[in-house]
């Protein structure tokens, strides 16, 4: 169990660093066609067929899958509803991974509308899970230290997703590429605020991980001790 909740941690901040890495990647490209600001995350990849994108989604689903079990095993206080919401996200991160979507202009065959329904609920996921998870790592003194990036995390991740709401009805998919883009940049950044506070609860020396008031009671004692 104590190599479990250790393992769980490396899995989770090396998976959010490959994605970004590859995420990164996979955006860069010398064909001037392609517009990443005008075009989905989806579509982009359904363009450029380097697999850069669907390399990084699978690596996101499989760290998140790994966040969820190492909070659940470090007995974090997210609750159960918010734990939910994130297994939601990662399996939809690994769907949208492995089903394709096609290129912008296409009619949309089966695969595509389960890609694109699968994306929304990914996109609404981590933000409600966020929302819920906020108020417990405030009350509880090993992670109040990441209560308040993941309230503001969650915020920017609300706004995200009103932005990217009216860019693709009203809006007309002017920018949508990013909307999208700019929403899930505060999506993996509140993943990786918990992966690496999870890391650090899990790898920190013991002394470290106490909390300031059994600090200060191991102070007492220590000090009534040497007086004795």
């Keep these: ?4 909740k250790r393992l769980y941690p490396l899995i989770a901040c090396a998976g959010v660093a490959a994605a970004v890495v590859a995420a990164i990647a996979g955006q860069i490209d010398p064909d001037p066609q392609l517009d990443p600001l005008n075009l989905t995350i989806s579509e982009y990849a359904a363009l450029d067929r380097g697999g850069a994108t669907e390399f990084a989604m699978a690596c996101l689903g499989v ?7 190492g909070l659940r095993a470090a007995r ?3 609750g ?4 939910r919401l994130m297994l939601a996200w990662s399996a ?3 769907v949208i991974a492995v089903v394709p979507t096609v290129a912008p202009g296409l009619a949309l065959d089966l695969g595509a509308q389960v890609h694109r329904y699968i994306s929304i609920a990914a996109f609404l996921a981590l933000p409600a899970a966020g929302a819920l998870m906020a108020p417990g790592l405030g009350r509880d003194e090993r992670w109040r230290a990441v209560a308040r990036p993941v309230e503001w995390l969650t915020l920017a991740g ?3 997703l009103l932005a990217l709401t009216y860019v693709a009805l009203p809006g007309d998919r002017v920018l949508i590429g990013l909307a999208e883009r700019g929403l899930l940049v505060t999506e993996v950044a509140l993943l990786g605020v918990l992966a690496v506070r999870l890391a650090w609860l899990a790898w920190a020396p013991a002394a470290a991980r106490v909390p300031s008031a059994g600090r200060a009671l191991l102070a007492d004692l220590s000090g009534n ?3 004795s």
Aim: glycine fraction near 12%.
């Design 1 to 4: 169990m104590l190599a479990s």
């Design 63 to 69: 760290a998140s899958f790994a966040l969820v079990a």
């Design 76 to 78: 974090a206080p997210i």
């Design 80 to 83: 159960a509803a918010a734990g």
């Design 92 to 94: 939809a991160l690994i």
């Design 158 to 160: 609300g706004f995200g």
């Design 225 to 227: 001790m040497t007086v």
